[in-house]
T-cell receptor, first 114, second 111 residues
Framework: DVKVTQSSRYLVKRTGEKVFLECVQD?????MFWYRQDPGLGLRLIYF???????EKGDIPEGYSVSREKKERFSLILESASTNQTSMYLC?????????????FGPGTRLTVT | GENVEQHPSTLSVQEGDSAVIKCTYS??????FPWYKQELGKRPQLIID?????GEKKDQRIAVTLNKTAKHFSLHITETQPEDSAVYFC??????????FGTGTRLKVLA
């Protein structure tokens, strides 16, 4: 059973702080993703990674960076948190394999920036 | 850019009735279309998916149909039950890695 875990379920940070969100998957998946989920906007892709040290910008990368030093771990970094980054953050992973496209999601981190 | 439109944003049905949620995608090269269910406070979970070479797929009470020409796909839930109440997201895989999600439909099944 695929397991995707995130370091925190709830996080409260102050404006200007540097914030790290960690995601770990245990199924040797090549692809990892960070989304933010806001009411009425669905899931919007921030960044994704298809291999160690590889990353691609998604649709809303501004204000975020990512790090993937190991295959199982994908980190989202908010360099200087702002109130408009208050949101639910979801990590996901998937295989690169013909016929296998399913994404597996983590439980989410609800971040509040005050 | 690529996008996926999803309708309706909210849907209320009586228990036992059917529910239909529709999505339209823009990238004609999209080849994989999953549907996710997200219960309150939980992670999204895949409930059914369809590939571009198939027109319809069923799994018990749920089915998905795909019209490639019109670039739309739909989720059908029959004999709805209270436990079907959740937010449903459609998505389209564009390219090798990138998934574009719809904005979600909140389904309420009234007992």
């Amino acid at each position: 059973d695929v397991k995707v875990t995130q370091s925190s379920r709830y996080l409260v940070k102050r404006t200007g702080e540097k914030v790290f969100l960690e995601c770990v998957q245990d199924m040797d998946h090549e692809n990892m993703f960070w989304y933010r989920q806001d009411p009425g906007l669905g899931l919007r892709l921030i960044y994704f990674s298809y291999d160690v040290k590889m990353k691609e910008k998604g649709d809303i990368p501004e204000g975020y960076s990512v790090s993937r030093e190991k295959k199982e771990r994908f980190s989202l970094i908010l360099e200087s948190a702002s109130t408009n980054q208050t949101s639910m953050y979801l990590c996901a992973s998937s295989l690169i394999a013909a016929g296998s496209y399913e994404q597996y999601f983590g439980p989410g981190t609800r971040l509040t920036v005050t | 850019g690529e996008n996926v439109e999803q309708h309706p944003s909210t849907l209320s049905v009586q228990e036992g009735d059917s529910a239909v949620i529709k999505c339209t995608y823009s990238d004609s090269a999209s080849n994989y279309f999953p549907w996710y269910k997200q219960e309150l406070g939980k992670r999204p979970q895949l409930i059914i998916d369809i590939r571009s070479n198939v027109g319809e797929k069923k799994d018990q009470r749920i089915a998905v149909t795909l019209n490639k020409t019109a670039k739309h796909f739909s989720l059908h839930i029959t004999e709805t039950q209270p436990e079907d109440s959740a937010v449903y997201f459609c998505a389209a895989l564009t390219g090798t890695y990138k998934y574009i999600f719809g904005t979600g439909t909140r389904l309420k099944v009234l007992a």
